[in-house]
Nanobody, 126 residues
Framework: QVQLVESGGGLVQPGNSLRLSCAAS???????MAWFRQAPGQEREFVAA???????????VYADSVQGRFILSRDTGERTLYLQMNRLEPEDTAVYYC?????????????????WGQGTQVTVSS
């Protein structure tokens, strides 16, 4: 059974940082994992994904909108996926979801992921 639990969301001012965490069951650490987000009235969109091992190329992929601002990492020992979000903008406001798929390469498609967390709200506002 794959379980994913997000945390770390909240209200933050533009330009500031926030770190999201996704606690995963052990089996999820064998799969590629990703973050997606969904703003009100919009479709869920890809944010970043990481392969199950750094030996895969590319090991990590990012959406153009967050490239250079967000950093995705995973701690296999703690079974946790992190999303460090820097220089946040109001357009980053959304519910952020952690996802895992029965595959080892990172990918961008929502329908490629098999397991999802409940989401955590991130609001960027002054």
């Amino acid at each position: 059974q794959v379980q994913l639990v997000e945390s770390g969301g909240g209200l933050v001012q533009p330009g500031n940082s926030l770190r999201l965490s996704c606690a995963a069951s052990s089996i999820a650490m064998n799969y590629a994992m990703a973050w997606f987000r969904q703003a009100p009235g919009q479709e869920r969109e890809f944010v970043a994904a990481v392969g199950w091992t750094a030996l895969i190329t590319p090991a990590t992929v990012y959406a153009d909108s967050v490239q250079g601002r967000f950093i995705l990492s995973r701690d296999t020992g703690e079974r946790t996926l992190y999303l460090q979000m820097n220089r946040l903008e109001p357009e980053d406001t959304a519910v952020y979801y952690c996802a895992s798929k029965r595959g080892r390469r990172p990918s961008r498609g929502t329908n490629e992921y098999d397991y999802w967390g409940q989401g955590t709200q991130v609001t960027v506002s002054s």
